[in-house]
T-cell receptor, first 113, second 116 residues
Framework: AQSVTQLGSHVSVSEGALVLLRCNYS??????LFWYVQYPNQGLQLLLK??????LVKGINGFEAEFKKSETSFHLTKPSAHMSDAAEYFC???????????FGSGTKLNVKP | NAGVTQTPKFQVLKTGQSMTLQCAQD?????MSWYRQDPGMGLRLIHY???????DQGEVPNGYNVSRSTTEDFPLRLLSAAPSQTSVYFC???????????????FGPGTRLTVT
């Protein structure tokens, strides 16, 4: 079975500080990788995705993530946090060749003024 | 485009009652799926469909039924509601490659279900 691990259910940073949200996965085949953001009482919105090609991918709102195959990781970063980044973030995996998505348990990001 | 729509937004059921959660999309996506979201557990796949007439089970299918008679609609039926089915339910859709595999999903706003 596939698994997606997000280290830290809650992360708190100061406004202007670096944001780093961690995601590790287990997959027997090369996966497609996604980060989603969820604001309170809303559905999930795609931040960015990795399918093939360049391992550093850029998304919306200044976020980016790097696929590291050797570390089975897909960590999400943003150089400077903004108050509007406070939300819950989910990492998701779709193993290549399969049509099921697997989500991590989520990380709630708090941004302090 | 309205995207993915879900009705109702909120629902309270008594144990043993049945109901159908509605999901519709207007993006002509072949792939549709249902998830439940519980605190600390992320999203778990209930059922999914790769096209009209084709459905399959996800991680947590017990107690739920689906059917897909049109590309646009993918209703989720709770046969006999139980308190363990109290959750937030999300429907999602995705376009598919020529090989039938799906890419990023577009999510609806969710249905918050409470079973007493």
């Amino acid at each position: 079975a596939q698994s997606v691990t997000q280290l830290g259910s809650h992360v708190s940073v100061s406004e202007g500080a670096l944001v780093l949200l961690r995601c590790n996965y287990s997959s027997s085949v090369p996966p497609y990788l996604f980060w989603y953001v969820q604001y309170p009482n809303q559905g999930l919105q795609l931040l960015l995705k990795y399918t093939t090609g360049a391992t550093l991918v850029k998304g919306i709102n200044g976020f980016e993530a790097e696929f590291k195959k050797s570390e089975t990781s897909f960590h999400l970063t943003k150089p400077s946090a903004h108050m509007s980044d406070a939300a819950e973030y989910f990492c998701a995996v779709r193993p290549s060749g399969f049509n099921k998505f697997y989500f991590g348990s989520g990380t709630k990001l708090n941004v302090k003024p | 485009n309205a995207g993915v729509t879900q009705t109702p937004k909120f629902q309270v059921l008594k144990t043993g009652q049945s109901m159908t959660l509605q999901c519709a999309q207007d993006m002509n996506h072949e792939y549709m799926s249902w998830y439940r979201q519980d605190p600390g557990m992320g999203l778990r796949l209930i059922h999914y469909s790769v096209g009209a007439g084709i459905t399959d089970q996800g991680e947590v299918p017990n107690g739920y039924n689906v059917s897909r008679s049109t590309t646009e609609d993918f209703p989720l039926r709770l046969l006999s509601a139980a308190p363990s089915q109290t959750s937030v339910y999300f429907c999602a859709s995705s376009y598919s490659s020529t090989g039938g595999l799906s890419y990023e999903q577009y999510f609806g706003p969710g249905t918050r279900l409470t079973v007493t």
